[in-house]
């Protein structure tokens, strides 16, 4: 009986000891280790919020150095305790490769996002479009830029998709052209209507003086010419502008006695022949 206390005692001197030695040093270890990366992470947070950055981004940036900062805590204490840690650092590495992966998509946006900014092909608040959306810009962000349709719906789209695609800017230059076609019928006078036409754009709210209008003949049809009413407008009042050349065109053809042709008179004179 004596011997085997004396195994024990031996037994827990050799290594219950320096087992609970490293168990208290662990734990020692990890209270300081997460109070040092609590620090880190409100030092973090201020210097963001600072920079007036989104509050998802902010957290979304001190959950990752949170959990990276204690992932390296805990591969230290097993390190500490004696656990061997090769395995361990081969499954991070595995994991960071995987993240990198699903990463990638998100580096092009970011990339994407920072030629964006450096070279300017829009700004915020002119109207583009790009990635198959038209819309005025709201926001360039790290990884996609939003836009607001003209139906009021905000729409994101990725930086990447964006920059990859022809990237049509509507408000670069100080003026538009707005160009409405208007088709005649055949033994109209054309001329008195051209110039009734080119007389009235000048006073439509939203047409600028210079450049000025013009009214011209674009093409002919079986039905009749096709006048094209050209005026240069704002960007940002283009589509008020259109509404109002649509109104006063319907106007000036009224106020000139014109008439919309019934759908008889719009056949072809090839049509009635054969039909005749």
Not at 109 to 124: E, I, M, Q, Y
Request: glycine letters at 10%; charged letters at 15%; aromatic letters at 6%.
């Amino acid at each position: 009986m004596d011997e085997i206390v004396v195994q024990l005692k031996s037994l827990a001197i050799t290594e219950a000891l320096p087992l609970l030695l490293k168990v208290i040093g662990a734990l020692f270890i990890w209270f300081i280790g997460r109070a040092v990366i609590g620090g880190f992470r409100k030092v973090l947070d201020m210097g963001l919020q600072r920079r007036q950055l989104d509050a998802t981004l902010i957290r979304y940036v001190g959950s990752l150095f949170t959990g990276t900062l204690t992932l390296m805590l805990i591969v230290g204490i097993l390190g500490v305790m004696g656990v061997e840690t090769t395995s361990f650092a081969a499954l991070i590495a595995a994991a960071g490769i995987a993240i990198g992966a699903a990463w990638s998509g998100l580096l092009a946006n970011f990339a994407a996002g920072v030629f964006l900014l450096v070279l300017r092909p829009f700004r915020v608040g002119e109207e583009i479009e790009a990635g198959g959306v038209v819309g005025i810009v709201q926001e360039i962000g790290l990884f996609v830029t939003t836009l607001d349709t003209s139906d009021n719906v905000r729409i994101a789209v990725g930086n990447n998709q964006m920059f990859s695609d022809n990237i049509v800017n509507f408000s670069h230059h100080p003026h538009r052209k707005l160009t409405v076609k208007v088709p005649l019928m055949h033994g109209v006078d054309v001329r008195v209507l051209q110039q009734a036409l080119l007389d009235r754009m000048p006073s439509v709210t939203g047409v600028q003086a210079k450049p000025v209008p013009q009214v011209e003949i674009a093409e002919f049809t079986l039905q009749g010419p096709v006048l094209a009413v050209c005026i240069f407008c704002k960007p940002t009042e283009y589509n008020d502008t259109q509404a109002n050349v649509g109104d006063a065109i319907a106007e000036t053809l009224f106020v000139a006695g014109y008439t919309v042709p019934t759908p008889a008179a719009l056949a072809s004179p090839l049509a009635l022949a054969k039909a005749g």
